[in-house]
């Protein structure tokens, strides 16, 4: 899943080709992926764009036509950039394509998603806010505003694990499955760990933590390309889809916790005092 930092290279990449060029044709390929009609999003043909910027992990391209083309990549969505826009005609229903962007200098980019589950979003919108998503973000951890007393008080008196915590779009903007993993882990904190429990020192650890993490990813991330971004990404992991190969820091065995759609990475020595926590869908079939 793109997170943050993809994004923010996504949006950094856009914002330097995008401005001054117009949408020349704007192409729906699945219905499904469009979430609004008012307004159409024809009536991005002919806008020209006039930047590029990210709200959490929702890339939010703004028009002069004050029509904001706003989409969220999901988990298995991504954006494929093309110089020179392919000719080809897309059937609906027979491509992993679920919309088509042409501009006018004859480059453009496809919005694309594999596997059967579909839950890339894309919105035409006055405003930002009237995306119900980007209405609900919590504050963004990079942004110079979010201070360490910023997390201390969006922790405080909340009984849910700190994994949970950092995933939850409406407490913090933009982490999700893979850097909550690597932000933890970083932090030598278990995910497991309840938030409203953390010691000064553990808020102050996982402050620095997360913002040296999201720091240095997006500095990867960075002046690459889209097509870069996917395994830019994976190598800068230290844990977050490592399962069984080393710890970098401690030679441990990284370990994995699944849940019903997705898993956990963490290094027992360096975050659970040696403690193996346990598989939750071994856990469930033993009930």
């Not at 469009?34 to 990210?54: M, N």
């Not at 589950?117 to 979010?146: E, N, Q, T």
């Not at 820091?249 to 659970?272: H, I, K, M, W």
Request: hydrophobic residues 40%; neutral net charge.
């Amino acid at each position: 899943m793109p997170e943050m930092p993809e994004v923010q290279g996504l949006v950094d990449f856009l914002g330097e080709r995008l401005p001054g060029l117009q949408f020349s044709r704007v192409s729906v390929a699945n219905i499904a992926a469009l979430k609004t009609y008012d307004p159409p999003i024809d009536g991005l043909v002919g806008a020209t764009v006039t930047g590029a910027s990210r709200h959490g992990k929702f890339v939010d391209l703004a028009t002069d036509a004050g029509i904001h083309l706003i989409f969220h990549l999901a988990k298995a969505g991504w954006l494929r950039w093309y110089d020179q826009l392919p000719t080809t005609i897309i059937k609906p229903g027979r491509t992993p394509i679920a919309l088509r962007v042409a501009l006018s200098d004859g480059a453009g980019f496809d919005l694309t998603e594999a596997g059967t589950k579909k839950s890339l979003a894309v919105y035409a919108a006055r405003d930002p806010a009237d995306v119900p998503g980007i209405a609900r973000l919590g504050p963004d951890p990079l942004d110079p505003a979010f201070t360490r007393e910023t997390l201390a008080d969006l922790l405080a008196g909340r009984r849910t694990q700190i994994k949970g915590v950092l995933r939850d779009q409406s407490i913090i903007a933009g982490v999700g499955n893979a850097y909550s993993d690597e932000i933890l882990h970083a932090a030598k904190m278990s995910p497991y760990a309840l938030a409203a429990t953390l010691s000064d020192e553990d808020v102050t650890t996982l402050y620095d933590a997360m913002q040296t993490t999201l720091s240095e990813a997006v500095a990867a991330a960075s002046g690459k390309p889209p097509a870069e971004l996917k395994d830019a990404k994976r190598r800068g992991m230290q844990v977050h889809g490592r399962r069984g190969e080393t710890c970098p820091v401690c030679g441990d065995t990284v370990r994995s916790v699944f849940f019903a759609d997705n898993s956990l990475e963490y290094c027992p020595t360096c975050q659970t005092g040696g403690k193996i926590l346990a598989d939750r869908r071994l856990s469930r079939l033993l009930k």
